[in-house]
């Protein structure tokens, strides 16, 4: 038999007899499962998951559900095909043997497998004083139930809010309190919302904007602690300024913890960046070598990307996470030299206070922005982020048809500053600094930051608050 044939043979094998295991009840979980079932893979599935929800969407969480618009319940995804797998939902992975090909699980049983596909996502950093996160009135929000949780909250009408962290969750959070007319103040370490994402260009923008709408925002200092009254129920946080801020309900919109835990002695390359892998989604193990068996997909996968100089990436995206699953399902049932990339250019979007927010690209890679198309004073703008000479990202402000125009010029590796567009040109168009905070300048964590996107410079740093 030719060596082709003998693959042939061998693939369709394992999409007949194989064993695969899902870990992570996720939407990168449930889309893999649906392209395995696509790719052919009759075999037997298990996905698992320590949510006892099957998956559902996270974008409405922080949006329609706060605004008690739908019901947090309501958020299940819907199924693209029958998967035919065996959901293990409620209970938690918790090791990893490689040498077996088992996955511990919180009951004490084991699972085997043949091909593993990790799919664990992240989950929100908390409140760093176990004490002060335990008060009633303190929230997170990441989860279906943390969402219902602070949306009833927010419809027993509190006399304000105090957001700590003013990202995308954080400002989209502010949002959603004005728009239901709640007071709200926002506590950013950073310069500015939104800056360690889109630099202090766009930074200052998202401010005005937040301040134009009634927030009380206060950037460049941090919340030294929260204090409750005798019954337990948060009252007030102290700043670092000395200032007091009076709120009953607090959420602590820090970040995100990829969930890696369970993976400590399997040998493979993971830590607080996530799972390394190349870009078809294998694993690498601890020495940087590709695993055959494991593979990871979504928030917690971290590979390297062809246009940015093949540095490493994490991308906590929904079209990362549903098409990366398909591109790791397709390398799991095949063989060299079948493999596909995952090449997704990454790209995000927000509303917030009536702005439809849109991104291509990697902006934190880039050092200069330049304005583009439209009015930075109307907030209706695209602009261009670049380096050295070429243009790496892009960000638009109700400006959204034109993002696919920059999204074809960065795959292009197009010049910096781009072509100008025909129309609706801003007054000024010279390139300016994209002021992103330098590596180790904290933002919108209170006491930890991590730093650069080079694996070499990734690192983290703790500081007092």
């Known amino acids: 038999m030719s060596v082709p044939a003998t693959v042939a043979e061998l693939v369709r094998d394992f999409k007949a007899n194989g064993r695969i295991v899902i870990i992570g009840a996720s939407l990168a979980g449930l889309r893999a499962a649906e392209a395995l079932r696509d790719e052919g893979f009759s075999g037997p599935l298990t996905i698992i998951g320590d949510e006892p929800y099957e998956p559902y969407e996270r974008p409405p969480l922080s949006k329609q559900v706060l605004k008690g618009w739908v019901p947090a319940d309501h958020t299940k995804l819907p199924r693209l095909r029958e998967v035919d797998a065996d959901w293990r939902l409620g209970v938690a992975a918790t090791g990893l043997d490689r040498m077996t090909r088992n996955v511990h699980l919180a009951t004490g049983e084991q699972v085997p497998y043949d091909r593993l596909l990790i799919a664990t996502g992240t989950r929100a950093r908390q409140w760093p004083n176990p004490a002060e996160a335990a008060l009633d009135g303190v929230y997170t929000l990441r989860s279906r139930d943390d969402a219902a949780r602070l949306q009833q909250a927010l419809a027993a009408r509190p006399s304000r809010v105090l957001i700590i962290g003013a990202g995308f969750i954080g400002s989209e959070m502010a949002s959603v309190c004005r728009e239901l007319d709640i007071p709200v103040t926002v506590v950013e370490r950073g310069s500015a919302p939104l800056v360690g994402a889109l630099g202090g260009v766009i930074g200052e923008i998202a401010a005005q904007m937040q301040r134009d709408h009634g927030v009380d925002l206060r950037c460049g200092v941090g919340v030294s602690s929260l204090d409750g009254d005798a019954g337990g129920h948060v009252r007030r946080a102290q700043l670092s300024d000395d200032t007091t801020i009076e709120a009953d309900v607090v959420v602590t919109s820090l970040g995100s913890i990829r969930n890696v835990e369970w993976l400590e002695g399997s040998g493979l390359a993971s830590g607080f960046w996530g799972v390394g892998c190349d870009a078809g989604g294998r694993a690498f193990d601890i020495n940087g070598v590709v695993t055959d068996s494991v593979y990871v997909a979504g928030d917690v996968a971290r590979s390297p990307h062809v246009l940015y100089e093949y540095q490493f990436l994490a991308m906590e995206h929904w079209d990362n996470a549903v098409l990366g699953a398909e591109v790791v399902a397709h390398n799991m049932v095949n063989l060299e030299p079948d493999y596909r990339p995952h090449l997704l250019l990454p790209g995000f979007w927000s509303g917030q206070f009536g ?111």
């Open 355 to 465: 702005v439809n927010i849109k991104s291509v690209g990697v902006p934190t890679f880039g050092d200069e922005i330049v304005f583009m198309q439209g009015s930075v004073k109307e907030r209706r703008f695209a602009a261009a982020y670049g380096r050295r000479g070429r243009i790496v990202a892009a960000v638009t402000f109700d400006h959204g048809r034109w993002l696919e125009h920059y999204a074809q010029l960065i795959e292009q590796s197009g010049p910096f500053p781009p072509p100008p567009p025909g129309w609706d040109r801003p007054d000024d168009m010279k390139p300016i600094p994209a002021e992103f905070p330098a590596p180790g300048v904290p933002t919108a964590i209170p006491d930890v930051v991590l730093t650069g996107h080079d694996p070499s410079e990734r690192r983290a740093e703790f500081r007092p608050r």
